[in-house]
């Protein structure tokens, strides 16, 4: 069937910020070929950039494409892209007849040349992962936020057993040097004051010898730009020339997430990990020694093949050793294609909730703990978004904590801010400098 082109579009992005990374990007794209961007119910066209990471990820992908009918039973043309193009392939179009475009994260600058094939009346795949060539095919950027995220560094080799990325976005790949700085300036012309780089292996980043620190301090260097992060980052990779970064940087922001998944070494083993929880502490003592404020984030699986109760307190004890600021935790979710997937030893769903169950809780404190510690401090606030209340913003201290603050100021604006009580995912403030002026 074929057509008309579209003419308006809507970018649905899920999972992690490398996904909404490439959905900004996909924006721009289309954007620049005259498409209009809309809400989702009025776009000719909506792209599901879509997240293969746990099961219910897919499978909420599916249920959306299926609700995609509208009400004169006509539908939108619907591309996939993401994780779960790249790892069903040529299943997506068995699954379900409304897809009419399956592009991987690897070959998305292609989706123009797609939609016009697909006004034809082709349903079309692109699954290549020709590595970084999309980068030099995307048009430079524009127009940003205050906090805008950069990707530097794509795949991963690690092989983690439960995990698909290695074989969605392919081996690790670093992106040049001088086409990271390009963009950060680009951004930054455009009005981010903070970038956060991005990779599956951020920390992995290198061009020759120089390792992701040389490029955090290359970085440093642009006037305008005032914050530095970088996420996700494996452990193995926490070079000691990374880690200086962190004593010597003032644009790197004291914040450090450094996923660890579980505390039983059996496990860690069993997860093809590569490090044990002792090796993962005593990086923390190294960053902790120059940095003592950093704040760290984690990410935890429960109920891993095999993992015994015994198994799990170790991961409850290697996070009150570690005291978190912010965590992400789950529940083992079987990815077919993956080792661990036939492994022996799959736990029950009751179980696993209880587990994730007490793991949150103790997260929770701590990360209540964390934000409470910070009351009644004078702190940075970055501006990023209008809160709910009439001139209620919210912004972020360099430790990544979200704060309430009422203020006339503009996004993008770097204020400072008093901290005045604190929950477990937020801050509230009042601007300091407004009660210097009423004093
Ligand atoms: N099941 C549950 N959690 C997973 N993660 C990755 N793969 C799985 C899986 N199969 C989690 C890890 C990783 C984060 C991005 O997602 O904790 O760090
Ligand atoms: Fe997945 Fe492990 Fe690679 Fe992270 S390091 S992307 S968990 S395989």
Redesign the pocket.
């Known amino acids: 069937m074929t057509r008309p082109a579209p003419k308006t579009f809507h970018v649905k992005s899920f999972g992690?910020q490398m996904n909404v990374y490439d959905g900004e990007r996909m924006t721009e794209m289309l954007g620049a070929e005259g498409m209009v961007a809309t809400p989702e119910a009025e776009a000719d066209l909506v792209v599901f950039n879509t997240c293969h990471?746990?099961?219910r990820a897919a499978e909420r992908v599916y249920s959306e494409i299926g609700r995609q009918r509208r009400e004169d039973g006509t539908r939108p043309m619907i591309a996939m892209a993401g994780c779960v193009a790249q790892a069903e392939g040529t299943e997506v179009t068995r699954r379900t007849k409304d897809v009419d475009i399956v592009v991987g994260p690897q070959a998305y600058h292609a989706l123009p040349q797609m939609i016009e094939r697909a006004t034809r009346g082709e349903r079309v795949h692109d699954l290549d992962l020709p590595g970084l060539e999309k980068f030099g095919k995307l048009p430079v950027r524009k127009r940003t936020g205050a906090s805008a995220f950069l990707t530097v560094q794509e795949g991963c080799d690690k092989f983690?057993t439960?995990?698909?990325?290695p074989y969605t976005r392919g081996g690790e790949i670093s992106r040049s040097f001088e086409a990271i700085v390009d963009e950060a300036k680009a951004l930054v012309d455009g009005g981010a004051k903070e970038i956060t780089l991005l990779g599956q292996n951020v920390n992995a980043w290198s061009e020759g010898p120089n390792g992701l620190d040389h490029l955090i301090r290359a970085l440093d260097k642009i006037s305008g730009l005032e914050r530095i992060r970088y996420m996700?980052s494996h452990p193995n990779d926490m070079t000691e020339g990374l880690i200086q970064a962190h004593a010597d940087v003032e644009k790197l922001m004291p914040f450090l997430h450094l996923?660890v998944?579980s505390g039983s070494d059996r496990i860690l083993k069993a997860m093809n990990r590569k490090h044990t929880a002792a090796s993962y502490l005593a990086i923390m003592d190294r960053v902790r020694a120059v940095r003592p404020d950093i704040a760290v984030s984690g990410?935890?699986?429960v109920g891993?093949p095999g993992e015994t109760e015994a198994e799990f307190e170790e991961t409850l004890n290697i996070i009150r050793a570690t005291n978190y600021a912010l965590a992400?935790?789950?529940?083992?979710?079987?990815?077919p294609g993956?080792p661990?997937a036939t492994m022996d030893g799959h736990i029950a769903p009751e179980i696993m909730d209880d587990r994730l169950e007490r793991l949150q809780a103790l997260l929770n404190q701590q990360q209540l703990a964390f934000n409470e510690a910070s009351v009644g401090q004078r702190v940075k606030v970055l501006l990023e978004r209008n809160g709910k209340l009439p001139g209620q913003k919210i912004g972020k201290t360099p430790w990544l904590q979200s704060v309430h603050v009422m203020t006339d100021a503009q996004i993008g604006d770097m204020v400072d801010v008093n901290l005045v009580s604190a929950g477990p995912n937020s801050l509230a403030g009042s601007l300091a400098d407004k009660e210097l002026n009423v004093a």
């Open positions: 992690c990471i746990r099961e983690c439960y995990c698909v990325v996700t996923p998944q990410d935890f699986i891993f992400f935790s789950f529940k083992y979710s079987s990815r993956t661990a």
